[in-house]
């Protein structure tokens, strides 16, 4: 048998060792708890972490595919932007181009319009020329039938008369002075030029000989001759009534162009109106 004195030593410290074995299993038994339950919460936790990374490496996936189509708008607008900035610039310059050929056609017609008025005078120049050789011509036709009416009228006074010998006639000899009479008598008459009348002095006043509504000018009778120059302005009168000025711009011998300054009351002008030179 044992000793109960002597084991009582051993026993306590083996309830000792059993309680602290007991003490460090429930120690260890309840950090493995707290272990097991930490590691479910990480685990539950890296659980939402990978499904959090999935979901941002999706929207990174679909970030990453916007900013391609974004890109990708961008590089068509900037493609659009550089076709409207060239047609732009072609429209500039073609816009430029009609506003040059505009500019010619604008000068062209302003020659157009000088050249016009220009013939105009000489037209109106040239019908005058011409009715000046037809009253000519009709007056020379006048003298010819004239000095052929002389011409028969000698003719019928020379009948039976011969120069340089003494004709005989019914009644009998003709005497030397009576001879000399009818030599004297069968000699055309010449007539004595007609004296020119000097010129009188150049009027103020005259009148409309043409007007031309599309070029904006009218055509007077007064002319280099009658002292008027280019810039002299006239009053034009429809009848009794002042219409407006005109401004001479071309001048020939007997006429000249002038611009109407007006345009409102072109349509009343009529050829024939009064011309009066302002001071």
């Known amino acids: 048998m044992f000793n109960k004195k002597a084991n009582a030593p051993a026993i306590i410290i083996l309830v000792l060792f059993v309680i602290i ?33 999935a979901t941002t490496e999706n ?30 610039l072609q429209e500039k310059a ?15 017609f302003e020659q157009q319009k000088a050249l016009r008025a220009d013939l105009e005078v000489k037209l109106v120049t040239a019908q005058d020329d011409m009715k000046k050789m037809q009253a000519q011509l009709n007056d020379l ?33 003709n005497t030397k002075e009576q001879l000399e009479e009818k030599k004297a008598a069968a000699k055309p008459v010449k007539e004595k030029p007609a004296k020119k009348q000097p010129k009188q002095a150049a009027p103020v006043e005259g009148k409309v000989l043409v007007v031309n509504k599309d070029y904006n000018f009218v055509v007077i009778n007064l002319g280099s001759k009658d002292g008027i120059k280019i810039g002299d302005v006239f009053t034009l009168y429809h009848g009794n009534s002042i219409l407006t000025d005109v401004k001479v711009e071309k001048v020939h011998d007997a006429m000249a162009a002038a611009g109407i300054a007006s345009l409102n009351i072109k349509e009343q002008i009529a050829e024939g109106d009064k011309v009066i030179k302002k001071k």
């Open 21 to 53: 074995s007991l003490g460090l299993t429930t120690f260890i038994f309840i950090s493995l708890k707290k272990e097991e339950r930490k590691s479910a919460s990480l685990a539950t936790e890296l659980t939402d972490v990978k499904g959090k990374l």
């Open 94 to 108: 073609n816009k430029e181009e009609a506003l040059t050929q505009m500019q010619q056609l604008k000068a062209d």
């Open 141 to 173: 036709s006048a003298k010819k039938t004239e000095l052929e009416t002389k011409v028969k009228e000698f003719e019928e006074k020379s009948k039976g008369v011969e120069l340089g010998t003494i004709v005989v006639n019914p009644e009998g000899a």
């Open 59 to 88: 929207r990174y996936e679909d970030s990453k595919k916007t900013i391609k189509a974004l890109e990708a708008k961008l590089s068509d607008n900037l493609a659009q932007l550089d076709s409207l900035t060239k047609e732009l």
